[in-house]
């Protein structure tokens, strides 16, 4: 069954290729998307992903835009280093006609949970800014939607932005703490998956190859952030961190191993800030169910997940239809 699906978003690369497998995937109808600073501005995650929908052929899709700053202190500026300075590595895409919708990001959320009441599904690949807000503009909203996926947190990995913090819960760590203490079961997709899940040059190289502009540009962009990760794995390629968070969001693919555990999030300011804290004490019993635990930690997959992702991409964008009015213009720079 297709699911309805609000996507939370800071639109940098990966959150291009979890946009784009949303669209594709049979699993899954976009009614709403809402941006956040982190990889980029809120703003310019809006006009990324305007830019995007209108490529895909999505334009009608509502976006609005969200939280500028966190919740304590300001937008720190981006990642320019791994996601380009326009958030798409450097790929020039057609500008969208349309425009962001009045609301902001949380009022979408809220709204979208009372029309969808009871099925939809929040998927979260930025700062949890957006969700924090929408739980104070409404304290029902854990009854009114069907889950909650978060792409976020190290639990028995390192982090990405320090020691112990990856990187969409260290930019607002106050705010990660709210959502995962709010009366639903969250599935979190930490670093110890989405880094052991990685596309290949082979892979890109698929996507380059593809008469769709879709696929084609997310090729380019992937040049980038290959270059970024190649100083990580020795080996051009990267994690697929945000679309991993997406496909499992929709049942489209499977843990292997995804215990229910008690987690917080440090957000003292000390050197474990922006720590997700996962209570990983079962290991050796095999994870036993834990009570009043509600958090989902996704640790591994039943399978790879990169020919999934590939395929369905494929299978979508390049099934016999008219191209869309946009197109990728520009080759990076």
Known sequence: ????????????????????????????????????????????????????????????????????????????????????????????????????????????????????????????????????????????????????????????????????????IWHDPEAAALVLAADWDVTLVPLDVTMASVLEEHHRQVLLSSPSAVPRALGEMLGYYFRFYEGIYGRPCSAMHDPLAAALAVGAVQPALAPVVRAAVDTSDGPGRGQTVCDMRGLYAGYPPVSGARCRVVLSLEEDFAPHLVETLLGHFERPVAEPAGSLVAEPV
């Open 1 to 168: 069954m297709t699911a309805p699906v609000y996507l939370d978003c800071d639109t940098g690369i990966d959150d291009a290729l979890a946009l784009a497998y949303l669209l594709a995937s049979p699993l899954a109808s976009v009614v709403g998307i809402g941006t956040v600073s982190g990889n980029v501005s809120a703003a310019v995650g809006a006009r990324n992903t305007l830019d995007l929908l209108s490529l895909a052929g999505a334009a009608s899709v509502p976006v609005a835009v969200g939280a500028h700053d966190p919740l304590v202190g300001s937008f720190g500026g981006g990642s320019p280093w791994v996601h380009g300075e326009n958030g798409v590595g450097e790929v020039v895409l057609a500008p969208s006609a349309a425009s962001v919708v009045a609301e902001s990001a949380a009022e979408m959320l809220v709204r979208l949970a009372r029309l969808y009441p009871g099925s939809l599904r929040v998927v979260a690949i930025g700062p949890l800014t957006n969700l924090a807000e929408a739980l104070r503009l409404e304290p029902a909203l854990p009854s009114l939607v069907e889950s909650v996926t978060v792409m976020g947190g190290a639990a028995l990995a390192p982090g990405n932005i320090t020691p112990v913090a990856e990187a969409n």
